[in-house]
C-alpha cells in the first residue's frame, strides 16, 4: 500500500518515507528519502501561488492539477511509480484538508489502479486514516477525460487497461516480425487486458453513470 501524510503529521522513524516537495522537505529538516519524479514545476507552481487570492479558488486549483497532469503525471506510468514507491508513506507539507499535490497523486493512483491511497496520520505505531478535500479527485477525473481521447469509454481505467493491452500486442508483432518467433504469451496477456477493461467499464458505469443519469 501508498498513503500520503503531512510532514507534520508524520511523527516517527518506523515507516519508509519519501517527499515528493519540490525542495525534498528542506523547511522542516527533513533528511530522508525523495522522490523528484512527483514534485511540481516551478513554474506553475509559481502562477498557481501569485494567483491566490486573485482568481477564484476552483479556477486557481483546477489551473494546478491540469498543469501537474500535464506536466508530471500524464509522463509517468502509474503501475511502474506504485512498484517504485510500495509499502512508503509519500510526505509533503500542506495539511491533510489542504489543497497538495500529495492528493492529486493519491487520486490518480487511485483513479487508474482502482486501489486506495489513504492520507493518514502517523505516531509511533499508531496510524490513523484522516479526510482529505474530495473535490481534488473529482477535478482530477475531469481533467484527465478532456486532455484524452476516451475511446468510446467512460472509465479512466478501463481505458488504461485497454491501452495496455493495445501496446502488448502491438509488442508482440514488433517481435515476431524481428525474431520469426511466436509471441502468442504477449497477446493472451493483452486478451486478459481486454477483458479486465471490459468490467471495469461495467462496474464504473453501474456506479457512476447511472447514479449520475438518475440525478
Not at 500500500?1 to 519508509?16: G, Q, V
Not at 509519500?90 to 486501489?115: M, S, T
Not at 479527485?137 to 493495445?166: H, P, V
Not at 502491438?170 to 477483458?195: H, I, M, P, S, V
Amino acid at each position: 500500500m501508498i498513503s500520503t501524510c503531512s510532514h507534520k503529521n508524520y511523527k516517527s522513524d518506523l515507516y519508509s518515507t519519501f517527499a515528493i516537495s519540490g525542495n525534498r522537505g528542506k523547511d522542516v529538516g527533513y533528511n530522508g528519502k525523495c522522490f523528484p519524479k512527483l514534485a511540481p514545476k516551478l513554474s506553475f507552481w509559481k502562477i498557481w501561488h501569485d494567483n491566490i487570492g486573485v482568481v477564484s479558488e476552483e479556477e486557481n486549483n483546477k489551473y494546478y492539477i491540469e498543469e501537474y497532469y500535464n506536466q508530471v503525471l500524464s509522463k509517468l506510468d502509474p503501475e511502474e511509480i506504485y512498484r517504485e514507491l510500495y509499502n512508503s508513506i509519500l510526505l509533503c507539507y500542506e495539511d491533510n484538508k489542504e489543497f497538495c499535490h500529495r492528493h492529486i497523486v493519491a487520486a490518480w493512483l487511485e483513479i487508474l489502479l482502482d486501489i486506495e491511497v489513504p492520507e493518514i496520520k502517523v505516531e509511533g505505531y499508531h496510524i490513523e486514516n484522516i479526510e482529505r478535500p474530495e473535490y481534488i479527485k473529482e477535478y482530477l477525473e475531469e481533467i484527465m477525460k478532456k486532455n484524452t481521447n476516451m475511446r468510446g469509454f467512460n472509465s479512466l481505467r478501463a481505458l488504461y487497461l485497454f491501452e495496455k493491452g493495445e501496446s502488448l500486442e502491438q509488442k508482440a508483432n514488433e517481435l515476431e516480425k524481428e525474431t520469426g518467433k511466436c509471441f502468442d504469451c504477449y497477446r493472451q496477456e493483452a486478451c486478459f487486458l481486454r477483458c479486465d477493461a471490459d468490467q471495469a467499464e461495467e462496474e464504473y458505469n453501474n456506479k457512476y453513470v447511472k447514479i449520475k443519469n438518475n440525478k
